[in-house]
């Protein structure tokens, strides 16, 4: 029997099926009852991450915590969080349940270690950004964080608020040339991986077709680390 | 505030996430705080539903029941199953817990009588087709049922055992021309509308690119069901 997974969800709620897909589609099974026992509250009443880090918005964590309480109720063994803003928050979350959590910055630092990556460019919302999450997770593995200049940060925080969150998807209308520009940049900078720290990037890089080997999507690292630990096995076509 | 649903999951995971999608997709809703609260059991431990109806496999009930009451108890308003045939056993999970369940035929059967269609062909696993319960939710509102003939429902087993439900989602592997076929006769035979009353059919019809506006997609009802029974609105565009 796999341990139960236990999904804080709803930041936002197509993250979170994104996540619960990702874990289903990674997993080795050949029938229903060989998949992870996945439980989700998909809580929408959980306050918006970044005000509250950036702006004075409500605090998230009193939300978070009940939904913590409510999967643990029921029998989640661990618990994730599909939203990387969310996990600036985790240090006030851990021990105030009696089950842990995997962290997607830690995950995903310490698969940039096992891939021998000493510089990373860290892709993500100001609040990410700003908090110095994944820069800290990064340093723990002795990986170099590297992030775009003040101007195309900007063109990120554009490129998740002002497309994806507002469901404009069209390949042709999304800014394909700046995102382009940004990317090389990084590279030129000396980053050997680009982290897609925010979890409407790795959609708007799918659908701009700007999705190499060297993007990263840590939200597939979670859904590998989550399989994991619950004692199931990956797809052995999965390539992390 | 609107009701929490709760979602009696894993069967299959996928159709479990699916039908989650189809929420948020025709929720009227600017931010992630105006979706609804969705609780969702994705428990891979519930029995086959298909074999316990038709060759005495293990009692899918308990497992049913024990997610159930896990939603209840974490504050689900009312319950769905993402799973048509698991719609068989709900006599037997009505009363058990002191929550309501909406139907996914009775949605359904009542959406067609709206529509004014008088035959409607039900595309299904063995288990849901011998079991009835299309044609009995259809019959109560006036609605003839038909069938795809004895080889062509083999052919709809194997494409949600063999491909959907095994992960084989490959638009170049599935077998378009087989589904084709039959949409075509059962056309032919009178049916007004096709019920893809498994849900994983919705995923092969759509990953295919058959799916015209004669097929109805339980699921898609039943979501629609869900935000109305939650208090929440349907999107302007959504036509049902």
Redo the contacts between chains.
């Keep these: 029997m796999y341990k139960r997974v236990g999904i804080i969800g709803?930041?936002?709620?197509?993250a979170?099926?994104d996540l619960?897909?990702k874990i289903?589609?990674m997993t080795e099974?050949?029938?229903?009852?060989?998949?992870?026992?996945?439980?989700?509250?998909?809580?929408?009443?959980?306050?918006?991450r970044t005000a509250a880090l950036l702006s004075g918005g409500e605090d998230p964590v009193p939300e978070m915590l009940a939904s913590a309480r409510?999967?643990e109720?029921?029998?989640a063994d661990f618990l994730i969080l599909p939203c990387n803003t969310a996990h600036c928050f985790l240090p006030r979350l851990e021990g105030q349940v009696s089950i842990p959590f995997l962290s997607m910055p830690v995950e995903t630092a310490a698969l940039l270690k096992r891939k021998g990556v000493k510089t990373a460019a860290v892709l993500a919302t100001d609040g990410t950004v700003k908090s110095g999450l994944y820069e800290k997770a990064l340093a723990a593995e002795g990986i170099k964080a590297i992030y775009p200049d003040e101007e195309q940060q900007k063109q990120v925080m554009s490129l998740i608020y002002d497309y994806i969150k507002k469901g404009i998807t069209d390949p042709a209308v999304l800014p394909h040339d700046m995102i382009v520009t940004i990317v090389g940049d990084l590279k030129r900078r000396g980053a050997e991986a680009l982290l897609l720290a925010c979890t409407e990037l790795p959609l708007a890089f799918d659908i701009t077709g700007i999705d190499d080997d060297t993007c990263v999507d840590p939200t597939r690292v979670l859904a590998a680390a989550a399989i994991r630990e619950a004692g199931a096995k990956l797809?052995t076509d999965v390539i992390l």
Aim: aromatic share 0%; with cysteine.
């Design positions: 709803g930041m936002g709620p197509a979170t099926c619960m897909m289903i589609e099974a050949a029938c229903d009852q060989e998949h992870i026992h996945v439980l989700v509250d998909s809580n929408v009443n959980i306050p918006d409510r999967l109720s029921i029998g797809r």
